[in-house]
């Protein structure tokens, strides 16, 4: 059950307003392609243009406020999908230069007609997007998104409920269900990616470099690609793309056609990374007892286990 506006906490609120418009926006636009983040990049690149702007991926980032690694990936998939034009800057090689296509331009101008339609009926409580408790909203939000945080290192972070003050009590934690299982797989991945965003690597490329890494010799280029497949339940033409930008960086090298190695600029990477990573899982995992351990490791297989079974089953029959 929901709490009430009355027991609800504003960052609670706040939550719940980002998660019900990032899906209202991802229904919105999909039958023009795009997702609600693809719109957001497309959208900025669209208003910067209009002011006579050709951002690089860098400066879009900021823009947006999205990760520089995250803009670079979904600048790659709107380029492969004819609306993006990525190029180098010729004063700066190191910079990407991104702009529309003429066919970028047309389904951006459709889907802000869109968007704005259904922020309309978003802010419609409100009197309309033109109204003066919109507009102070707006300001409100603004001030918000401007005022900065100042973590205190100092003090102890306290896990507390949504809608209380007080801290969740010890003796009454979560039962394990899908949403915590989540939670936990998307804050341990977030930390990774904080880890490998210095290096310039994703999470994609450090898994796919941790097998060949592990591995006594050369790999079969194929055979990884299954494994990471398999590991991430993503697309195998995504995975070979991964391959190829770590070949391209030098970080694994190709033998021939068909086999595989990592190169010591690689081995160097999954490395340090892993360095800098061991003592953050440590804190992770402090305290736990083995036990707890064991027993959540037994039921987090079995789950994987039907989850796998689901996917197999709704794959078909003679599916790869």
Not at 143 to 170: Q, Y
């Amino acid at each position: 059950m929901s709490p009430t506006s009355e027991e609800a906490t504003p960052g609670y609120l706040v939550w719940r307003l980002s998660t019900k418009w990032r899906v209202a926006v991802d229904r919105a636009v999909a039958p023009l392609g795009l997702t609600h983040a693809q719109y957001a990049l497309v959208a900025s690149l669209h208003g910067m243009r209009r002011a006579g702007l050709r951002p690089s991926q860098r400066q879009l980032a900021d823009h947006t406020g999205l990760e520089p690694l995250y803009v670079s990936k979904l600048a790659r998939a709107l380029e492969t999908a004819g609306l993006l034009e990525r190029t180098r800057d010729p004063q700066d090689p190191r910079a990407v230069r991104l702009a529309l296509t003429e066919e970028g331009s047309e389904v951006t101008r459709h889907s802000i007609k869109v968007v704005q339609g259904l922020l309309q009926q978003l802010l419609e409580p409100l009197g309309g997007l033109d109204s003066e408790r919109a507009r102070d909203f707006t300001r409100e939000l603004a001030l918000l998104l401007d005022t900065p945080l100042h973590a205190d290192p100092e003090k102890e972070a306290v896990m507390t409920s949504p809608t209380a003050s007080t801290a969740v009590p010890a003796s009454a934690p979560p039962a394990l269900n899908p949403r915590v299982i989540a939670l936990a797989h998307y804050a341990g991945r977030a930390v990774l990616e904080n880890v490998l965003a210095r290096h310039g690597a994703t999470f994609q490329q450090s898994v796919t470099l941790r097998l060949v890494a592990v591995a006594d010799g050369p790999v079969d280029r194929e055979w990884l690609v299954g494994e990471v497949v398999g590991a991430l339940k993503t697309d195998a033409a995504a995975v070979r793309a991964v391959v190829a930008e770590l070949v391209e960086s030098r970080l694994l090298a190709a033998e021939s056609t068909t086999f595989l190695t990592i190169t010591d600029a690689g081995r160097e990477l999954y490395r340090t990374t892993g360095n800098e990573t061991a003592p953050i899982s440590a804190r992770i995992y402090a305290g736990i007892p083995d036990g707890d351990l064991a027993t959540a490791g037994r039921v987090l297989s079995l789950i994987n286990e039907r989850a796998n079974a689901e996917l197999a089953a709704m794959a078909g029959p003679g599916a790869e």
